[in-house]
Every structure is written in C-alpha cells, then in structure tokens.
C-alpha cells in the first residue's frame, strides 16, 4: 500500500496546482465543513484536521478566516460532493472528488476530461473497489514497533504501518483516522505530521508507458483546472 500512496504522491506533484487554485479549493473546502459542522475547530474535529493541513501548505490565513466567516454568515453558496469514477490513459482507474453547487456543469466539465483524452467515465462503483479508503498519518520517527503498540492500545484498526528514511506511515480504515491521530499524539506528544489526510489508495498499480504517459499528463492538467474539482486518485505507475 505505502509504494502506491508514494506513486500516487510523486505523479500528483508532476500535476500540482498554481498557488491561487490552491487556495480556492481549501477554502471552498473550510466553507463547506464549517457550514456542515460548525465554525468551531474544537467542536468539529473534521475542520480543525483540514485548517491543520491547510497550514502545513501554506494557505494564508486570510483565506480561512475568509471561508469561515462566509460560513457563519450562512449564507452562500450550497456544495454539494460528487464523485466520478473511471479509466484513464494505459487503462489506469482514476477517481475524481469535486464540490459543486451546478452536479450538471461539473459532470459535464468532467465528462469532457475524459472524452477529450480517449478516456472512458464509469459509472459509480466502477474502480472505486480497487481502493482503500484510507486514513494516512506520516511523521519523523524510526520506532514502528512503538507505533502500533499505542495504537493496539488505543484499540486502532491498523490496515499497515512502515518505516522507510526515518518517516513512520501509517494505514487506517478511513473511520479510524482521528482516533489513530489522537492514539498516537496522546502516546508521543505533539508530532508534527507531514501527511494527515483521508484518501482513497491504490490496492494495485497499473504501468502507463509510452505515449500514453503524455497523455495522461494532459488529462491530469485538464481536470487540475476544473473549477470543481478538489482531488484526483490513480493507480497509474508511470516512468522514473
């Protein structure tokens, strides 16, 4: 599983964003779940792990007090999540997660992502079986042994747990994410976290070669620049 999150990683970051798009998507994201949950990041443990995360990616604040503010207003705009599924160049399975407050345009902005790069859109369910949806927590560290003891203690679910270049990654089921962080800094103090997220992971990667790698970063920077979309998941393994 930790090569896969690593494939994933490295291939995203071919694909990263310009600042500004970064920014739009954490803020809509802050919106939503504070609107959702409560502007409180003490009372909604949901929006205190993702203004956590936004930090670590050097979103200004001002851009979350902005998000949060617009949320206790109540007004606004009303998001909604979609997900769309399906197959990518050299047949890899890709997951997209969007925010919408218009499901018609953004499918249809999606759709033609696909259908411009020879892609194929699936129906829901269609590749999402071939992924776990995984909470991941990485940290400095080189004890794992000390790691899954504590969350063995916390009672975890502990899908995998490895230790690679002083970085402990750790696996969990998605429902088990805050309560595997909470195990962990209750056991070791407060640890700075380099990745602290919830995200669908590859059971199994798939090699794109050929031409089809140049195709495949097209159809990665065409749905990046779809104004709805928050994240992309893949299996594709591409070239060193």
Same mark, same amino acid.
């Given at each position: ?12 970051? /071919?694909?990263? &964003? =310009? /600042? ?8 809509? #994201?802050?919106?939503?779940? =504070?609107?959702?949950?409560?502007? !409180? @990041? ?17 979103? @200004?604040? +001002?851009?979350?007090? /902005? *998000? ?12 909604? @999540? *979609?997900?769309? #599924? ?10 997209? #997660?969007? $925010? ?8 249809? &902005? ?18 999402? +079986? ?13 004890? #794992?042994? *000390?790691?899954?003891? =504590? ?25 088990? +994410? ?5 195990? $962990?800094?209750? =056991?070791?103090? &407060? ?12 059971? !199994?990667?798939? @090699? ?5 790698? !140049?195709?495949? &970063?097209?159809?990665?920077?065409? $749905? ?9 998941? +893949? ?6």
């Amino acid at each position: 599983m930790g090569r896969a999150f690593q494939n994933r990683k490295e291939s995203m970051a /071919k694909t990263s &964003d =310009a /600042k500004a798009k970064v920014y739009s998507r954490y803020g809509r #994201e802050i919106y939503v779940c =504070a609107k959702t949950g409560g502007v !409180e @990041p003490d009372g909604n443990l949901a929006l205190r792990s993702l203004m956590d995360r936004a930090k670590k990616d050097q979103v @200004p604040s +001002h851009v979350i007090d /902005k *998000a949060l503010d617009k949320a206790k207003g109540g007004a606004g705009e009303d998001y909604s @999540p *979609a997900r769309y #599924e399906g197959f990518g160049p050299g047949n890899c399975m890709v997951i997209v #997660e969007c $925010l919408t407050d218009n499901p018609n345009r953004t499918f249809g &902005d999606v759709r033609q992502c696909f259908t411009k790069c020879k892609c194929k859109i699936g129906s829901q369910g269609s590749v999402a +079986h071939m992924f776990d949806h995984s909470g991941i927590l990485v940290y400095a560290g080189d004890d #794992e042994e *000390a790691a899954l003891e =504590a969350l063995m203690e916390a009672d975890v679910e502990v899908s995998d747990i490895e230790c690679e270049d002083g970085k402990i990654t750790v696996f969990v089921p998605n429902t088990e +994410h805050y309560k595997a962080k909470t195990a $962990l800094t209750d =056991a070791f103090g &407060d640890i700075d976290f380099d990745v602290d997220e919830i995200q669908f992971v590859p059971k !199994e990667s798939t @090699p794109v070669a050929g031409d089809d790698v !140049e195709v495949f &970063d097209k159809f990665m920077g065409m $749905l990046n620049d779809c104004d709805d979309v928050q994240n992309i998941y +893949h299996n594709a393994e591409l070239p060193a």
